[in-house]
């Protein structure tokens, strides 16, 4: 069954950078796009950023481009999340979810929190 | 971008009885080659991610119960439960992925009454 399991969330001051991973099982992780979306503390859903299958296009939300990167590491099954230059507003738990051939989020794992305070 | 607008935001619904969800899109997300709407619902419940329930509007993901039922095409879009269980009480969300940024709706609390 797919798994998906995020972690390297934890507190960071702001301005500061974290790199957030996902490890993907139960699929072959190479052959699907993968997306970022978080959730601030009490909010809704907010998508954040998409990366193809091949990494042949990467997608970011305008709130986080320029200082968000998405990755992948086929070799270890691995989708990254670069977070740098972070704010207040960047707190929320970040969720890792593999996307469906026609790229909506099929599977979602549990979330890594990220908070973002001095 | 799309911007995705849910209504009511929260609903209490007595079991039993039928509850609707609607999203209005700002711009179709009918994709005229294929005929489909690139609209998908998700349930997330208290301390958990969210799950997929529908895509293309109204295709039912496996495993979810067929009291739930997705409709709409266009720009308006509609999820309805039937009869209201009370493990149905969460937070529903529409997404589109018609475009990037894969916009959601800002969410309906549904509760029992």
């Known amino acids: 069954q797919v798994q998906l399991v995020e972690s390297g969330g934890g507190v960071v001051q702001p301005g500061g950078s974290l790199r957030l991973s996902c490890a993907a099982s139960g699929f072959s992780f190479s052959s699907f796009g993968m997306h970022w979306v978080r959730q601030a503390p009490g909010k809704g859903l907010e998508w954040v950023s998409f990366?193809?299958?091949?990494?042949?296009?990467?997608y970011y939300a305008d709130s986080v481009k320029g200082r968000f990167t998405i990755s992948r590491d086929t070799s270890k099954n691995t989708l990254y999340l670069q977070l740098d230059s972070l704010t207040a507003e960047d707190t929320a738990v970040y969720y890792c979810a593999k996307a469906h051939q026609y790229t909506f989020p099929d599977y979602w794992g549990q979330g890594t929190l990220v908070t973002v305070s001095s | 971008d799309i911007v995705m607008t849910q209504s009511p935001d929260s609903l209490a619904v007595s079991l039993g009885e039928r509850a609707t969800i609607n999203c209005k899109s700002s711009q179709s997300v009918l994709y005229s080659s294929n005929n489909k709407n690139y609209l998908a619902w998700y349930q997330q419940k208290a301390g958990q991610p969210p799950k997929l329930l529908f895509y293309w509007a109204s295709t039912r993901e496996s495993g979810v119960p067929d009291r739930f039922s997705g409709s709409g095409s266009g720009t308006d879009f509609t999820l309805t439960i039937s009869s209201l269980q009370v493990e149905d009480v969460a937070v529903y969300y529409c997404q589109q992925y018609y475009s990037t940024p894969h916009s959601f709706g800002q969410g309906t609390k549904l509760e029992i009454k």
């Open positions: 990366i193809r299958y091949d990494e042949s296009y990467k």
